[in-house]
């Protein structure tokens, strides 16, 4: 089974479209997305439409932080992400909120888990940047592998046989085996807004079978999104990070 993971899409459609057309042309068998579809970005419409259709088809989607504050809750952010929260919350239909509300924090499917945040407390939204969170995730979980985002840079930790936590840094396009005999964490990365200095939207492919992960990148029309997020009159620092991809 080849499935593909989305995370933190933060209303970005055309880094979105790109990815959506790169995985078309695998034979993917599940989509699972793993929050962050709204803040930043100026099309959140479009982008909660766009899960919801793939939800309504078999996919998993799970709640994030910003998908939340959209909804109504009180989340802990900084004043440019409360302007573009409460931007995104009028942006909104009331169905498209309601779908953001139900859904869930995570989701397990056989020996996969699959959060927003960390596996330890979802609700929380701990960033899951070094190996003792990564180890708070692990333990908090049976699973073989889980699968989160919010951080908005790729990164993978391994439980090795003597119990130790070990980090490293995913290389672009490249098939990494996530053996048998290890436990993992697999932060996805960003597809709206990657922070690791690389623009590129970033999604992931992991085939169950050879039990290989691969971190793709996907150049998109980046000053089109920017663009639209300065006419949207949202913070101008939301369109210039995303040349950065910082």
Same mark, same amino acid.
């Given at each position: =089974?080849?499935?593909?993971?989305?995370?933190?899409?933060?209303? /970005?459609?055309?880094?979105?479209?790109? *990815?959506?057309?790169?995985?078309?042309?695998?034979?993917?068998?599940?989509?699972?997305?793993?929050? +962050?579809?709204?803040?930043?970005?100026? !099309?959140?419409?479009?982008?909660?439409?766009?899960? $919801?259709?793939?939800?309504?088809?078999?996919?998993?989607?799970?709640?994030? /932080?910003?998908?939340? #504050?959209?909804?109504?809750?009180?989340?802990? =952010? /900084?004043?440019?992400?409360?302007?573009?929260?409460?931007?995104? $919350?009028?942006?909104?239909?009331?169905?498209?909120?309601?779908?953001?509300?139900?859904?869930?924090?995570?989701?397990?499917?056989?020996?996969? *888990?699959?959060?927003?945040?960390?596996?330890?407390?979802?609700?929380?939204?701990?960033?899951?940047?070094? @190996?003792?969170?990564?180890? $708070?995730?692990?333990?908090?979980?049976?699973? +073989? $592998?889980?699968?989160?985002?919010?951080?908005?840079?790729?990164?993978?930790?391994?439980?090795? #046989?003597?119990?130790?936590? %070990?980090?490293?840094?995913? =290389?672009? +396009?490249?098939? %990494?085996?996530?053996?048998?005999?290890?436990?993992?964490?697999?932060?996805?990365?960003?597809?709206?807004?990657?922070? !690791?200095? /690389?623009?590129?939207?970033?999604?992931?492919?992991? !085939?169950?079978?050879?039990? @290989? &992960?691969?971190?793709?990148?996907?150049?998109? +029309?980046? #000053?089109?999104?920017?663009?639209?997020?300065?006419?949207?009159? &949202?913070?101008?620092?939301? #369109?210039?990070?995303?040349?950065?991809? =910082?």
């Amino acid at each position: =089974m080849l499935i593909a993971l989305f995370t933190d899409i933060h209303g /970005n459609r055309e880094a979105l479209e790109a *990815c959506l057309a790169h995985a078309r042309h695998r034979k993917i068998d599940r989509f699972v997305f793993l929050g +962050d579809y709204v803040g930043y970005g100026a !099309d959140p419409g479009f982008v909660v439409e766009t899960v $919801r259709d793939f939800v309504a088809r078999g996919a998993i989607a799970l709640v994030g /932080n910003h998908d939340s #504050a959209a909804a109504g809750a009180f989340e802990r =952010m /900084n004043d440019e992400a409360m302007l573009a929260i409460d931007w995104t $919350r009028q942006q909104l239909g009331h169905d498209q909120l309601a779908f953001l509300r139900a859904l869930p924090l995570s989701a397990e499917d056989g020996d996969h *888990c699959y959060v927003h945040a960390s596996a330890a407390s979802p609700a929380r939204w701990e960033y899951v940047f070094d @190996e003792r969170a990564a180890a $708070r995730s692990l333990h908090a979980t049976k699973a +073989d $592998r889980t699968f989160c985002g919010h951080t908005h840079v790729p990164a993978l930790f391994q439980l090795t #046989a003597t119990g130790n936590v %070990m980090a490293s840094a995913p =290389m672009d +396009d490249v098939a %990494m085996p996530l053996t048998w005999h290890r436990r993992f964490v697999a932060v996805i990365g960003a597809v709206g807004q990657p922070r !690791d200095g /690389n623009p590129d939207a970033c999604y992931a492919l992991f !085939d169950d079978v050879t039990r @290989e &992960l691969t971190y793709v990148r996907v150049p998109y +029309d980046i #000053a089109v999104a920017q663009r639209k997020i300065r006419e949207a009159g &949202l913070p101008p620092f939301l #369109a210039a990070r995303l040349a950065r991809g =910082m």
